[in-house]
């Protein structure tokens, strides 16, 4: 008998067994619903929002050595300095405090020694800088009559990684007689640059932005006083050639175009639908609107929300004026013909 019997086998019969095996195993691990999701087409992928919440535990012990080249930029004045601190803090200990992105204060008027102490206070080991905003940036440009606009703000007042470029948390209704021309202005703006805006045929978010029905702006926008957007987009030629033609106009004086609208529908002009993000993870509140990830969503890890409507919150998400529904329905629409067009040549 042989010292080592198995080495008398013949080797087909074990190599058979491990092919078997391995097989076996790796189906196993490919059916595993996250392994089959991530092995999808990138086609069909979308599902960015799959719960992440921060290890914060092995960050503590293991700070991160690479981050995104950001900053944070808020727009505030100095008799907001109390709330704006209550924010910082609040973003400290949930996010900041683990990646240290500096922040960018700005301002119309100088701010005070007062609210910068209270700034460093809110986030000690932050690096900030505080900026003025120029006169000339803000205020009447040479083409504006101020007697005209002065009139015409009465009138109003009368009246009442994934390739993602912009986000936002909250979308809604624009108030109509704030931007009576704007809409048609944009159009003129499209046509005159040959940019398709047609609900049709263009690969556009610009579509998102029509009422159907009539054609006209159906007034859903993106709330700017919370987004996070690549500055490439901001400087490119096309925003910058967009803002100046609407800047000729006046009307951002004559009536009152905001920055939210104005950003809004430039993306509409210069993004696809899927180079926008929905933080639906994010707890965020402006004034009384509020917006929270759903317990069905099972998105979100450390928010603070209150629940449903009262005097202090409002469940913006199930306001009157909200475009959620609208949002949701664009992108469903959007992947439909993203998935036809992949069928088409497969």
């Not at 981050?67 to 930029?73: N, P």
């Not at 926008?221 to 106009?249: C, G, K, M, V």
């Amino acid at each position: 008998m042989p010292a080592f019997p198995i080495l008398s086998f013949s080797r087909k019969p074990i190599l058979l067994l491990i092919f078997i095996i391995v097989f076996v195993f790796l189906y196993h691990i490919a059916s595993h619903p996250k392994v089959s999701k991530s092995l999808q087409s990138v086609a069909f992928y979308n599902n960015y929002d799959e719960r992440a919440c921060l290890p914060q535990l092995l960050l503590d012990k293991a700070p991160p050595t690479k981050k995104a080249k950001a900053a944070m930029v808020i727009l505030v004045r100095n008799k907001e300095q109390q709330a704006i601190a209550e924010t910082i803090v609040n973003f400290e200990d949930k996010f900041n405090k683990n990646f240290n992105y500096p922040y960018v204060f700005l301002n119309e008027q100088p701010f005070t020694d007062e609210f910068k102490q209270a700034m460093k206070h809110a986030a000690p080991k932050a690096d900030m800088k505080f900026g003025l905003v120029p006169e000339s940036h803000w205020s009447y440009p040479p083409w504006v009559d101020p007697n005209l606009a002065a009139e015409a703000r009465k009138t109003m007042a009368l009246n009442n990684k994934h390739e993602k470029k912009y986000g936002f948390v909250v979308t809604l209704l624009e108030l109509r007689e704030t931007i009576p021309t704007l809409w048609k202005t944009v159009e003129e703006y499209a046509k005159s640059r040959k940019i398709d805006v047609s609900s049709e045929t263009s690969s556009l978010l610009f579509p998102y932005f029509r009422n159907p029905e009539t054609g006209d702006f159906n007034l859903c926008h993106f709330w700017s006083n919370f987004e996070i957007a690549s500055l490439d987009f901001w400087r490119s030629p096309q925003y910058r050639d967009f803002f100046n033609y609407l800047d000729q106009t006046g009307n951002f004086f004559y009536e009152r175009w905001g920055d939210a609208p104005v950003h809004s529908l430039a993306a509409g002009l210069f993004l696809k639908t899927e180079e926008i993000h929905y933080f639906q993870d994010f707890g965020y509140q402006h004034d009384l609107y509020r917006h929270c990830p759903t317990k069905q969503s099972g998105l979100g890890c450390r928010c603070e929300c209150p629940e449903g409507t009262n005097e202090k919150s409002i469940d913006h998400d199930r306001y009157y004026d909200t475009c959620l529904p609208v949002w949701l329905q664009h992108v469903k629409r959007e992947e439909e013909k993203k998935k036809a067009n992949w069928n088409i040549w497969t």
